[in-house]
């Protein structure tokens, strides 16, 4: 009913037509195939009384139009959810668009949306075309969005400040008009008021008081003109230049819902064709942006199982370093000191240092033996019978050396260095500071 003129008040004929097309060498004759209106063999609008007027009807054949989801040359998707790309990917292989799952498997109990092709499986039986997860899609293709929109960034948030800038000055000269519009009002009151008969006291009584509101409407327009420049000038000035240097938090503001991005990826992107690369296990992205131009994007596919939450390389390395010589639980608090958390953004503990060295293949600390070769900050103080803070001055000081695995790592001491005649005589200093006197320096104060 929505889409028949009738409804509308007009009468269309030849609203579909015949087709005839060569198969095999002989005509095939096709039925029923709709024509636009615009094409009809007859169309009279008024004809009669519709429920609705033409106008009206065209804007409900252009809605319908845009929300002709998954039909050929419809529009896209982009009703929100948690997927960018619903609705915008098609299958390299067989051409179908490719829909959107979620894992039943949640991560901080949300689900992952999956992006496949299942479409030939389902309907005919044949195998899946394409299957991947769509987290790290996504975020390619919005880095790659934000690349290309960034060089037009600065030209808009030049051409918004300049609006900005004009729209405050119509509004300043809108006021000085007004202004200047009441000052002669108020000037053509004066000038009634002083050729008026000062006899003729009722008329002379109402041009008085024309006089007065016009100049209580210069006072109210002076005012507004100060109160407004005032503002103006008070009110500080949006920094442009900086939000579009800093589209990625925009983009990824709490304020700005999924529709709203999957409407602005679609105001520059038709469709994005996507494909495996089975022997260098990538997936091609193909993006077809609006006017023309196209560019692609290769992402690794990740592997059963794989997924983003592994353990920095940079911590990897401190936990491989330091394992042949501290503790797991001297390694945590490194790695905690040194602000390196695990894959999934936690602090560390003994325990998930020593399940890494399990999966990785780390082999736990050699020294657990206390065989007495190394010894750590606090051994080395008991074993000299002083305080860790004197043993920290000794190594500041340059007098007793000590090893670091990494930068913020405890230090590492070597027993035999205790036992050298520098340090013993550092040891043996009460209330002097932890070093030794030159051999040949002469005393400021000698004894008299």
Known sequence: MLKN???AGAYAYGKSENRTAIVDGRARKTYGHHRPLEECEILLKGHHEGYIDWA???RNQKQLSANAYRRCDGAKS???GRALLVGILVCGRCGRRLTVNYTSRSTGGISQPVYRCDRASVMLGQRRCMMFGGLRIDAAVVRELIGAVEPMAIEAAVLAERRQMERQAEQRRIIELELQQARYEASLAERRYAACDPDNRLIAATLEKSWEAALRRVQDCELRLDAAMASHAAAPTPDFAAIAADLE???????VT???RQQLLRTLVNEITADLDEEAREIVLTIHWKGGQHSQLRLRKPRSG???CSTPDDALAVIRSMATRWSDEGIAATLNRMRLPTGQGKTWTAHRVSSIRRVRGIHAYRSAEK???WLTMREAAQHCGV???RIRRLIQAGVLSAEQVVRGAPYQIRAADLQSERVVQSMGRKGRPCRLDAVNQIPMFPDT
């Open 258 to 260: 999924m529709r709203t």
């Open 371 to 373: 065989d007495g070769v």
């Open 306 to 308: 794989e997924h983003d």
């Open 78 to 80: 982009g009703r929100g």
């Open 387 to 389: 305080t860790s803070h």
């Open 5 to 7: 003129p009738f409804y």
């Open 56 to 58: 009206e009807f065209e």
């Open 249 to 255: 938090a925009a983009w990824k503001t709490p304020s």
